[in-house]
């Protein structure tokens, strides 16, 4: 079986469904009966092709990105040439090249969808695209979602909600075991005790609102990420006076593993259902950690349980969010209790191996 995941990035970008993209293709390439590949564009550049742990990675040529879609004529030219050497595509939405590409050059095609979010913000896309990715749905022989409240929700998977698959993602277990003692008291040094937030310094992720929570409570909070958000967020902690207790770390990390064991708790601030899921949940999960989320209408509160292995706040609301941040910050007991739970939820639920094993077993059947 020759199988074909399409996505606009790859690893080593990072981003929750790059991650997603990267675990499937590599646990499918491990098998003696499936052959994947995938075909994505580059951040910036000309056309390439490379092999990393053992799966073909096609990169059409890009003169860079507008508002998160790739600039790139060059894909539809090498989605034509390479579909028709594979038995199924699986396109990974929102990626409205890749809906465009699908309709002129292979619309007989076996085809699988993933879909992670609706597109919310840009109205222009979602009003020209919304047609195309319809006809990718009712196409697709089966549509693979993280949890069913993103398909109860989304106005666009309603219709198709007996084609949709629930598979929650799931994390490494093994990884998160190793001892990073050294690296975990470095943090303590330089930031004390710490709240958690890590993500895209973008609208969606309501680091905002957060900022502004901060203000009601005695915490310190790390912020690991980047984006076009960073002077604003800087701004905010500058103005409420919270230089002190407020971290901004925008450099590079390569792994968030020694953060989430240093900290009391994460924090998923979201205020958009571009949040579908929240892959630094289960992460934080395994950890032992309990998180504060949002009530988003998809599958962000289904990862992290309310008063179970954390805390639920209503959207874009700082007050509420103070007031959680402070409930967990000064409990201590509570915050053990929720991350003995957390631990256990995670090792049930979220295990990589049995999420790969699940997306296998789906395909094969497509065939």
Known sequence: MKILQVNKLYWPHLGGIETVVRDIAEYLAQTDSIQSDVLVCQEKGQRAADDINGVRVYRAASWGRLLSLPLSFDFFFLFRKLVPQ?????????????????????????????YHSDIIRQKFFRLFFYPFLYLDLKAASVIFVSSRRLAENSPLLKKFVDKCQVVPFGVKLAEYEVDNRSRVADLHARYGRFALAAGRLVYYKGFEYLVKAMADTKANLLIVGAGPLEARLRQLIKENNLGDRVFLLTERVESLIPYYQACEFLIL?????????????IEALTCGKPVINTNLPTGVPEVSLDRETGLTVPVADSRALGEAINELWQNDSLRLEMGLKAKERATQVFDLDQFNQQVKEVLEKML
Request: hydrophobic share 55%; aromatic share 16%.
């Open 86 to 114: 594979y038995d199924i595509i699986l396109i990974h939405q929102p990626f409205p090249l890749a809906s465009l590409a699908r309709f002129f050059f292979a619309p007989k095609k076996k085809v699988a969808v993933w």
């Open 269 to 281: 601030p979201s205020i958009a259902r571009s949040e579908a899921f929240g892959l630094v949940q």
